[in-house]
């Protein structure tokens, strides 16, 4: 009787270990989906107080695009050049709405857009995650609305930019 005992906490022990890895290493992925998120998403959607305006794309690199920016917020002064950074769904010749990031040149896709780009990492980390909580959790319902949730927040972004 005491084997049979010992082999259930023994069963329990790593239950409970694999749920708290499995836990933390899903919790994991969504906070560094959030913190890539938000060094981009800041500044897209917290626009009081910053610069707001009009970049006319005029060159495209590999990694970024740059044109002329024309200010639409009261204190934004005319630049000759910003740079947006991830170019990659910036055509050359055509006016995006930017909001500036604070003392330097680099500038940020503002509107809806801009917001939903700017979520994408989370987006990725929804999608990851979800397969760490249906197959390390065996926690199907909650993995499917974190899969799904994802799924919709890449759609968008895609389907906006």
């Not at 995006?96 to 700017?118: H, M, N, Q």
């Amino acid at each position: 009787m005491p084997s049979a005992v010992s082999s259930s906490r023994g069963s329990s022990a790593l239950r409970f270990g694999r749920f708290a890895a499995m836990g933390t290493v899903a919790a994991l992925i969504l906070i560094a989906g959030v913190w890539a998120s938000w060094g981009t998403a800041q500044h897209a959607m917290l626009t009081k107080g910053r610069e707001r305006g009009t970049v006319e794309v005029t060159s495209c690199g590999a990694r970024s695009c740059s044109g002329p920016y024309r200010p639409l917020s009261q204190g934004s002064q005319l630049r000759e050049r910003v740079v947006l950074e991830d170019s990659v769904a910036v055509e050359k010749g055509r006016t995006y709405t930017v909001v500036l990031k604070p003392g330097g040149e680099d500038a940020v896709r503002s509107g809806p857009a801009g917001i939903l780009y700017s979520w994408v990492p989370l987006g990725g980390a929804l999608l990851l995650a979800s397969v760490v909580v249906a197959g390390g959790l065996l926690r199907t319902r909650v993995a499917w609305v974190m899969a799904l949730s994802g799924t919709a927040l890449l759609t968008a972004a895609f389907l906006a930019v």
